[in-house]
Nanobody
Framework: QVQLVESGGGLVQPGGSLRLSCAAS????????MAWYRQVPGKQRELVASITSSGSTSYADPVKGRFTISRDNAKNTAYLQMNSLRPEDTAVYYC??????WGQGTQVTVSS
């Protein structure tokens, strides 16, 4: 089972930016569908963005035009660039490989 480690979360003011990273173990990262989810207390985890092995991307409506998912297969790493952040983006962000393996999550807080 692939191991995933997220990083890059933190506290940012509204309108600011953060880049999350998700480092994966193993040597078949290039074959995985990678995705980012987020969750706030009391709510279900929701899909934010995904990227296929061929690089096709998909985004949830609330983040379209603000977030960008990407991957670097040479580094076994997926990224989530988050711009124009809003307080409602505050959540724990998780990455997943093939919607089967999950990281531990990284907190993103958008507040002034």
């Amino acid at each position: 089972q692939v191991q995933l480690v997220e990083s890059g979360g933190g506290l940012v003011q509204p309108g600011g930016s953060l880049r999350l990273s998700c480092a994966a173990s193993g040597n078949i990262f290039r074959l995985y569908v990678m995705a980012w989810y987020r969750q706030v207390p009391g709510k279900q985890r929701e899909l934010v963005a995904s990227i296929t092995s061929s690089g096709s991307t998909s985004y949830a409506d609330p983040v379209k035009g603000r977030f960008t998912i990407s991957r670097d297969n040479a580094k076994n790493t997926a990224y989530l660039q988050m711009n124009s952040l809003r307080p409602e983006d505050t959540a724990v962000y998780y990455c997943t490989a093939n919607f089967a393996s999950w990281g531990q999550g990284t907190q993103v807080t958008v507040s002034s």
